[in-house]
């Protein structure tokens, strides 16, 4: 009997070779559930699987093909990588569609292989669903069995991305936020960018794996706007889904730090609103300051620089937070830049700045009753600058001195109404004017005198021959 049984699966063997000498085409396409997913994953294929057909209802001895089902990844060479050996939920598989799991809990002895060796690159990759018998889960490539039916899909990868579809476009999320430094129950705006901007469908914000919400993609945009955030550090994400997978291919964005904290330093004005970084206060204003993030219990002392104020000291309470209530800007504080020094340093911040303006009607530096710069009692009537007892009449004392000096000699020098008069030949300045108007008019009359003189003699020589000129050349 054993040899009648060896007998029979040799001629099935034969029959199978000879109807088939190589391996049979893919007898249609099977459905993937979910679409996407990443590679990355501990089982990149974990949901379920359709197949639209029965494996060969063949049974020899223990033998048979339709109780286990293998998932293969085609490399790009044409190879085969197992990515899922022994699947056999719903077993035997002899109806004409078979809804699969692939979750392991449905799956006892489920080999699952890591994919990262097959996976070469971005591009469009073929899976392979194929019967196979208990004793051989993993024939070779070349082998043959019965009827050998596969079924076949395609996926396209891109980075760590998988979606179900061939020549699906490559997509890239990109993820900005603001503000940089949000604080506790401040609004957070998180922007993504998917390109192409064509690519339709919705992006999700994920706070490691909690969704902060959604938005559909428009002209290659999605915003949301949340103020969920938490005090502390968060590591968001956007992920796009295509709307049809076929078409577009799933991207994440690269994750960012969104780091939520209240202000380490904090002014506040008599109304508690919050004053900006190096307010303007004005001189006897009462200001709140706030440190945070100082050590527990540690006493600290305030003083204002360049002025001798003191100011009530503070105690950082469980929190590490120090205030003071109430901080007076003293009345002679100087005007620029001032600064609250603390003592000691709270986790590196030893000052707070602020300005205080000048003090108004401050003196000018220069007079402003005589902006010339010239004495004020510059005499106003005389435009040459002499002295005002100047004589405005000095003809009267040339007069006098020059007709009394020419016609009395030597003695006119010495009357009282000649050179040495009161009201002539004394004056300083019009004594000199004077004697310049005279020595130019003798010069004159002596330039006139001699002039005729030389004409004169001439012409006198000529007539009688004194003077004689040769006959003029030819």
Not at 265 to 285: C, H, K, T, Y
């Amino acid at each position: 009997m054993a040899a009648c049984a060896l007998l029979a699966v040799g001629m099935v063997t034969l029959v199978a070779f000879q109807s088939q000498p190589a391996r049979a085409a893919s007898a249609g396409e099977f459905a993937l559930e979910p679409t996407s997913g990443k590679l990355s994953d501990p089982q990149p294929f974990a949901g379920s699987l359709v197949i639209p057909g029965a494996c060969p209802d063949i049974t020899i001895e223990d033998l048979n093909w339709n109780s286990f089902l293998n998932l293969y990844l085609v490399k790009a060479d044409d190879t085969q990588v197992t990515a899922l050996m022994g699947i056999s939920a719903g077993a035997p598989f002899t109806e004409a569609t078979s809804t699969v799991s692939l979750k392991p809990a449905d799956n006892p002895g489920m080999a699952v292989s890591s994919l990262a060796g097959a996976i070469t690159g971005d591009g469009t990759y073929e899976l392979r669903v194929r019967c196979v018998d208990p004793w051989d889960l993993s024939p070779a490539p070349d082998s043959v069995v019965p009827g050998d039916p596969y079924w076949s899909q395609k996926i396209t990868v891109t980075g760590d991305n998988w979606v179900v579809g061939e020549g699906a476009e490559a997509t890239t999320s990109e993820l900005t936020y603001s503000p940089s430094t949000p604080e506790p129950g401040q609004e957070v705006t998180l922007s993504a960018t998917v390109t192409p901007a064509g690519a339709a469908g919705t992006v999700a914000f994920l706070d490691g794996e909690t969704s902060l919400g959604q938005a559909t993609v428009a002209s290659g945009k999605a915003e949301l706007r949340t103020s969920a955030l938490t005090e502390g550090l968060h590591r968001i994400v956007a992920r796009f889904t295509p709307t049809d997978t076929t078409k577009w291919a799933v991207s994440e964005s690269a994750s960012k730090d969104v780091t939520v904290q209240a202000p380490r330093v904090e002014m506040q004005n008599a109304s508690g609103e919050r004053l900006p970084v190096n307010p303007e206060l004005q001189r006897g204003q009462e200001v709140k300051l706030i440190l945070r993030g100082c050590p527990a219990a540690t006493s600290y002392a305030v003083a204002l620089n360049g002025n001798d104020t003191e100011f009530p000291g503070a105690t950082a309470d469980a929190s590490g937070t120090v205030t003071w209530a109430s901080l007076k800007v003293p009345d002679d504080a100087v005007g620029g830049n001032n600064a609250w020094r603390l003592t000691p340093a709270c986790n590196s911040v030893d000052t707070v700045s602020f300005t205080v303006p000048e003090p108004s009607g401050s003196p000018s530096p220069t007079a402003t009753d005589d902006p010339t710069g010239d004495p004020t009692d510059d005499p106003t009537d005389d435009p040459t600058g002499d002295p005002t007892d100047d004589p405005t009449d000095g003809g009267s004392g040339d007069t006098s001195g020059t007709t009394s000096g020419t016609t009395s000699g030597t003695t006119g020098g010495s009357g009282t109404t000649g050179g040495a008069g009161a009201t002539g030949g004394t004056s300083p300045q019009g004594g000199l004017a004077s004697t310049g108007s005279q020595i130019a008019l003798f010069s004159g009359v002596g330039a006139v005198a001699l002039l005729a003189a030389g004409i004169f003699a001439v012409r006198f020589g000529r007539r009688n021959g004194l003077l004689a000129f040769g006959e003029p050349r030819p």
